[in-house]
């Protein structure tokens, strides 16, 4: 299974932008997939997870301005920010629980390999 993500770049602050990441390869379900960043000199964190069933959680820090999305038969999780903040600047990565098999009980997680988000003050 690979995680394709794609539609960062460069925004000024107040600005929007887009990401999408699909999921492709031997894939039977994907369960819960989601959003991290990770900014320079800080830990990965966590931005908004979506379940199967399109229940959405945020992170404080972006709670209102973000939303997290997922289209279920192109296997396509998006995320839409608005109003940017320099303090948003970041790799985005996505992750996704997949089971590639109908006799696979558990999901296994994989990661997309991350776009990158500047958002300039």
């Known amino acids: 299974v690979q995680l394709q993500a794609s539609g960062g770049g460069l925004v000024q602050a107040g600005g929007s932008l887009g990401l999408s990441c699909t999921a492709s390869?031997?894939?039977?379900?994907?369960?819960?997939m989601e959003w991290y960043r990770q900014a320079p000199g800080k830990e990965r964190e966590l931005v908004a997870p979506?379940?199967?069933?399109?229940?959405?959680k945020y992170a404080d820090s972006v709670k209102g301005r973000f939303t997290i999305s997922r289209d279920n038969a192109l296997n396509t999780v998006f995320l839409q920010m608005n109003s940017l903040k320099p303090e948003d600047t970041a790799v985005y990565y996505c992750?996704?629980?997949?089971?590639?098999?109908?006799?696979?009980?558990?999901?296994?997680?994989?990661w997309g390999k991350g776009t990158l988000v500047t958002v300039s003050s």
């Open positions: 390869g031997r894939i039977f379900e994907i369960r819960t």
């Open positions: 992750k996704a629980y997949v089971r590639q098999a109908a006799i696979d009980y558990i999901a296994e997680e994989y």
């Open positions: 979506i379940s199967s069933d399109y229940i959405t």
